[in-house]
């Protein structure tokens, strides 16, 4: 958020202060204002009645929960079906720190835990705490509710298919930007 809001009091610091014939030198601002939107605010993940939505910065995918056969969040949450493999853009794993922090709180909490038990181990991208290991944890007890009520019908599982959608307004709006970040300024010059 801070670098959105940096690009754009930049964007009218120099529009202002060089009057409005600066505006081409102002577009690479608004480029890097808009990806940063684009990659870090628009990305969501929704879980619906029929279906897990994953938007991501450059295609909504929709996913069926009859065709999913498994989820894990090694570097981000990840939906897999026969089909495929799909990543959350919303909900990533934790760097390196983050990992490390997360490993020291959760093997207390595993010694606690799990006594008497020879091996235990929680990947850091499945701790709840983290966004890929709370996406991860809902989306199993769905489908653990799923399963008891008997409402998952493996028979659709292999039929299925993801439904994508791909983000042609962000595309076009990504291209005219990096264009005129580099066309504007040598046209104006």
């Keep these: 958020m801070a670098v959105i809001i940096l690009c754009l009091g930049g964007t009218i610091a120099t529009v202002l202060g060089e009057g409005p014939s ?66 959350a853009w919303a909900a990533p794993a934790p760097g390196m720190f983050g990992a490390l922090r997360e490993a020291r709180s959760a093997d207390a909490a595993n010694r606690k835990a799990t006594e008497g038990q020879r091996f235990t181990s929680v990947r850091a991208g499945e701790v709840s705490d983290t966004p890929s290991g709370s996406v991860v944890q809902r989306i199993r007890q769905i489908l653990e ?5 008997g409402i ?21 709006i990504l291209l005219i930007l990096i264009v005129a970040s580099f066309a504007l300024p040598v046209l104006v010059n």
């Design 22 to 87: 600066a505006w081409p030198l102002a577009v690479p601002l608004v480029l890097v204002a808009y990806l940063g939107w684009l990659l870090f605010w628009y990305p969501r993940v929704g879980l619906e009645a029929d279906v897990v939505r994953l938007v991501n910065p450059l295609q909504t995918l929709e996913i069926s929960w009859h065709s999913i056969i498994h989820v894990e969040a090694k570097y981000a949450a990840t939906i897999v079906t026969p089909h495929g493999r799909y990543t």
């Design 145 to 149: 509710r799923r399963a008891d009520a």
């Design 152 to 172: 998952n019908d493996v028979e659709q599982t292999e039929t299925l298919r993801v439904v994508r959608h791909i983000h042609v307004v962000h595309l076009a």
